[in-house]
């Protein structure tokens, strides 16, 4: 909080500033009432042309290193020397005049000093106050429209900013569905700052608030995972059927620890299921399909066995579709002494993703099929003009 010093050092010189213009006001009208014409001499003039010359080079200094710096101070004081500036060219104007011997002159120019002295301190304290009662210094709808974009935010319930231009205090609450694990909404509020950072300066605070939503359909999948996490196990292609008159069937596979016995696999999934039917009472049949989780070492892609690997995959793959490019091919070391290949191809960008699934799919088969030595295949398609 220690730059709401600055905002209080604002209003002194805010205040400091409606003094002074207070008191030139009783000057000015002492010299109208009694008429007298002040003695004006070359050394008046000379000091009041080399301050107009510091106050330029002070106000230009300042402003530059206030936006650097971002600071609240510095930009204040650049304005207050701003109007410095201007007071300064009246005055010459007013000694002019004096030495003209309009008297006059000089009293209603210290009037016309006031009024551009007060309105540098009407700026100055206005926008002290704003940031001393919260104003909300960007638009909520703006920042609204900015988050919702976020995947996996279903509304955004709240938005609360504050703090001056250069060091805003931004909260955020947001809906998000209830079974969102904590490693999924900290990459949703990761993707908000960098979203909100990259649109807006000043920013230094941005808080997510998570509220889990109570008014929409549950989200099988987000379910499945969190209560995986849970457990530390991995839950991957889940697969949900059924209807509104239909009972839920959900279909998934369950990644353990290869270090586990059958009977311990089994019993740590049998408790992932009693906990996925207590979350989802309308779930009347549950399949698992258990398999080890793969933790693997590269093998080098210059060995010659890996060559030969690859080569004869790549056979394969350009019998079953000859027109693709097949290209990006990589194999790697599992740890049961198998081997993982992922390769990519490239298919028309007008195809149905179905049809670009199926033929990833039957490629993956055909090579496990072929070469056994591969216990993970993963074919990535893409289109021809990315």
């Known amino acids: 909080g220690h730059r709401r010093f600055e905002t209080l050092a604002s209003m002194l010189i805010g205040g400091m500033l409606l003094l002074s213009g207070w008191e030139i006001i009783k000057a000015?009208?002492?010299?109208?009432?009694?008429?007298?014409?002040?003695?004006?001499?070359?050394?008046?003039?000379?000091?009041?042309?080399?301050?107009?010359?510091?106050?330029i080079g002070i106000a230009t200094y300042e402003h530059r290193m206030g936006k650097r710096l971002r600071s609240t101070i510095l930009l204040v004081d650049a304005t207050h020397t701003r109007s410095d500036i201007w007071v300064s060219l009246t005055v010459l104007g007013s000694l002019v005049a004096s030495r003209l011997g309009w008297g006059w002159v000089d009293a209603a120019t210290a009037l016309l000093v006031v009024a551009l002295i007060g309105r540098a301190a009407w700026h100055i304290i206005r926008q002290a106050v704003d940031v001393l009662v919260d104003r909300a210094p960007l638009d909520g709808q703006t920042i609204e429209k900015i988050v919702s974009a976020v995947a996996g935010i279903q509304r955004v319930a709240r938005v609360r900013s504050r703090g001056a231009d250069n060091d805003i205090h931004l909260d955020l609450e947001i809906i998000i569905d209830p079974s969102t694990t904590a490693q999924h909404s900290e990459a949703i509020a990761n993707e908000i700052r960098a979203r909100l950072r990259a649109q807006f300066d000043g920013i230094s605070d941005i808080q997510v608030f998570f509220i889990p939503s109570r008014d929409k359909p549950s989200d099988f999948a987000l379910i499945a995972r969190a209560e995986g996490d849970t457990l530390g196990l991995s839950v991957?292609?889940?697969?949900?059927?059924?209807?509104?008159?239909?009972p839920l069937m959900l279909e998934m596979h369950?990644?353990?620890?290869?270090?586990?016995?059958?009977?311990?696999?089994?019993d740590l999934v049998s408790d992932f299921e009693k906990r996925l039917h207590n979350r989802l009472p309308e779930l009347s049949r549950l399949v698992t399909h258990i398999e080890p989780a793969h933790a693997h070492d590269?093998?080098?892609?210059?060995?010659?066995?890996?060559?030969?690997l690859a080569d004869k995959a790549l056979r394969i793959v350009r019998r079953l579709y000859p027109g693709n490019h097949w290209h990006d091919l990589f194999v790697?070391?599992?740890?049961?002494?198998?081997?993982?290949?992922?390769?990519?191809c490239r298919v028309d960008s007008g195809l149905a993703l179905e049809d670009a699934h199926r033929i990833a799919e039957e490629c993956e088969t055909a090579i496990r099929a072929d070469l056994p030595e591969f216990h993970r295949v993963t074919i990535h398609t893409e289109p021809y003009d990315r």
């Open 254 to 266: 369950v990644e353990v620890s290869p270090e586990l016995t059958i009977g311990e696999a089994h």
């Open 332 to 344: 790697r070391r599992e740890s049961d002494g198998g081997y993982a290949l992922s390769m990519h």
């Open 298 to 308: 590269s093998t080098p892609l210059h060995a010659p066995s890996t060559y030969l």
């Open 28 to 55: 000015s009208i002492g010299r109208l009432l009694s008429e007298t014409i002040p003695e004006i001499e070359l050394h008046a003039f000379i000091a009041m042309a080399f301050t107009l010359v510091v106050n």
């Open 236 to 246: 991957h292609e889940i697969i949900p059927s059924g209807s509104e008159r239909e």
